[in-house]
C-alpha cells in the first residue's frame, strides 16, 4: 500500500496550489479520500474529505471557499486545488484514506507547503 503526495512548495499569499496523491495497493475506488495538515507546532488539522463516486465533498470551514478536493479513479489519484493560499495553510499536507470521522487506514508521507512573501 503507497499514498504518494506531491505539488507542494513556497507561494506567495494569494497564490494557487495543486496537491495530487497517487494511490496503489489497494483498491482506491473503494475508499473515502480525505487531505490532513500539520502546521508548525501544531496538531493535526482535517481539511477536506471525498467520497467514493465524488458525488459528496466535505470541507473545513478554515478552508471553504479556497480550496477543492477531486478525485480520479481512473488514475488512482486524489487532488486538492488550493486557491487564494494565506500564511496559515502554510503546513505538511498529508492524504489519507477514509473520512473526516476516520483515524485513517493509510497514510501518505506529507507534502510541505509554506506560504510566505
Known amino acids: 500500500v503507497q499514498l504518494v503526495e506531491s505539488g507542494g512548495g513556497l507561494v506567495q499569499p494569494g497564490g494557487s496550489l495543486r496537491l495530487s496523491c497517487a494511490a496503489s495497493g489497494f483498491t482506491f475506488r473503494l475508499y473515502y479520500m480525505s487531505w490532513v495538515r500539520q502546521a508548525p507546532g501544531k496538531g493535526l488539522e482535517w481539511v477536506s474529505s471525498i467520497n467514493r463516486d465524488a458525488t459528496y465533498t466535505a470541507y473545513a470551514d478554515s478552508v471553504k471557499g479556497r480550496f477543492t478536493i477531486s478525485r480520479d479513479n481512473a488514475k488512482n489519484t486524489v487532488y486538492l486545488q488550493m486557491n487564494s493560499l494565506k500564511s496559515e495553510d502554510t503546513a505538511l499536507y498529508y492524504c489519507?484514506?477514509?473520512?473526516?470521522?476516520?483515524?485513517?487506514?493509510?497514510w501518505g508521507q506529507g507534502t510541505q507547503v509554506t506560504v510566505s512573501s
Open positions: 489519507r484514506t477514509g473520512d473526516s470521522g476516520s483515524a485513517g487506514a493509510y
